[in-house]
């Protein structure tokens, strides 16, 4: 999900939040530029307010997800989005860093002249599932952050988290193909590790872009995200196992074995070894 993608029901104090001039520096030409390449639900969010916080790193948001670039547009009045964008959201310190979703790259590619200056962060999160859950409850509730309030009840659904495990798959994948393509290598960080210890998440990329963290001043910020409650997760995460391995038993898909949006043939000895682990896992 975008920081704030244009919903109507998301309220608009929050989704403006990321475009107000009072999150603006003061202008600096970009001497070092990063792009955070995340998927959903992966604790882009978070970390780019953690960065933020430092005020060595700009301001990472998803300036290019298509309705807060048409803000963005307008800010820019007659200059050009992305350099307005760079000119308003780079750190006192010349970073300037963007996060975007692999759907965001072939508008990012069209829109910097120069992709390959920049430094590249690839954020996963290891525990694919539990991200596949949290992208699907989020989609069902509307709550994408901890003070957006939910505007509908969420509820267990395994063909909308199988399509958001694949979603995460196909975007993890794509992201590597591309950087490795070019020849970059990028700095590989998890979302786990992040939360574990947020102060050595942030050393590690201010060693990875060869930014002085002691030579600025970090400010206040004016929002914290907070991690939100998954007390659903670990009930979700067995029976949606658990779905899956009947679903293999009796040939239907399962996330990872569709081919050609058809379901690919489960061998008969397959489907034996899945009966066999739904019966150890009732017992």
């Known amino acids: 999900m975008s920081e704030f993608a244009q ?14 001039p009072a999150h603006d520096f003061p ?6 530029k990063v792009a955070l390449c995340t998927t959903p639900r992966c604790g882009s969010h978070f970390l780019g307010h953690q960065l933020h916080a430092t005020r060595a790193f700009g301001y990472p948001l998803e300036y290019l997800n298509p309705g807060n670039w048409d803000v963005w547009t307008q800010r820019a009045g007659n200059m050009n989005t992305l350099d ?5 959201r780079t750190g006192p310190n010349g970073v300037f860093a963007i996060k975007l979703h692999h759907e965001h790259l072939s508008d990012f590619l069209r829109e910097e002249p120069e992709p390959l200056t920049y430094k590249f962060i690839h954020l996963c999160r290891r525990d694919l599932i539990k991200q596949a859950i949290s992208f699907a409850r989020a989609q069902q509730t509307g ?17 909308l ?6 979603a995460i798959s196909r975007g993890n994948a794509d992201w590597q193909s591309f950087l490795r393509s070019v020849g970059i290598n990028p700095l590989q960080l998890y979302y786990e590790d992040i939360v574990a210890d947020e102060p050595a998440a942030v050393a590690q990329i201010a060693d990875y872009l060869d930014v ?6 970090a400010a206040t910020p004016s929002f914290s995200p907070q991690k939100q409650k998954k007390t659903y997760q670990e009930d979700w995460g067995a029976k949606f196992a658990a779905d899956n391995r009947a679903a293999l038993a009796s040939g239907r898909a399962v996330p990872g ?10 061998s008969p000895r397959l489907k034996k070894m899945a009966k066999r682990l739904m019966g150890k896992a009732a017992t």
């Open 7 to 20: 919903n109507p029901e998301i309220p608009d104090g929050l989704w403006q939040r990321q475009f107000d």
């Open 27 to 32: 202008k600096t030409d970009p001497a070092i």
């Open 84 to 88: 307005f964008i760079k000119s308003v």
């Open 143 to 159: 709550a994408w952050i901890s003070d957006m309030p939910e505007t509908a009840p969420a509820r267990y659904d395994r063909a």
């Open 161 to 166: 988290i199988a399509a958001k495990v694949d």
């Open 212 to 217: 002085d963290i002691g030579r600025v001043d």
């Open 257 to 266: 074995v569709v081919q050609g949006g058809r379901p690919a043939a489960v």
